[in-house]
């Protein structure tokens, strides 16, 4: 079982946090003593891979929630107007679109429209 995350990254701009999310699409499950029912949610925190199989570790339950490993996505360490920017987040800046995107060892933007 790997781990990614709940240790903050240094390199030549600074220190960052690691942080993920994941998509949790239609799940009902128990966790602990209680059930949840979670429809089209994200859920924040670190990283889990065992074998073929991901999880994010929530920072607030300390459960691990199943995720398809294509919802993940890494906190590229800048805040946004609103919210903590994602890898492929979409932005918007006067009438075009950028995706966020993590290539040859950084995140950047990619123009889509």
């Excluded at 199943?66 to 920017?85: A, D, F, M, Q, R």
């Excluded at 995706?99 to 060892?105: A, H, I």
């Amino acid at each position: 079982m790997a781990k990614y995350g709940g240790e903050e990254y240094k390199d030549m701009y600074g220190i960052r946090e690691i942080r993920f999310r994941g998509r949790v699409v239609n799940m009902c499950k128990e966790l602990s003593t209680d059930l949840y029912t979670i429809a089209e949610a994200w859920v924040y925190g670190d990283l889990i891979q065992d074998g073929e199989k991901y999880y994010i570790k929530d920072r607030h339950s300390k459960n691990l929630i199943p995720v398809p490993k294509e919802t993940i996505c890494e906190y590229t360490g800048v805040n946004g107007c609103h919210s903590k920017l994602y890898e492929n987040d979409i932005l918007k800046r006067g009438k075009n679109l950028y995706v966020v995107t993590w290539k040859e060892g950084a995140f950047g933007l990619e123009n889509i429209k």
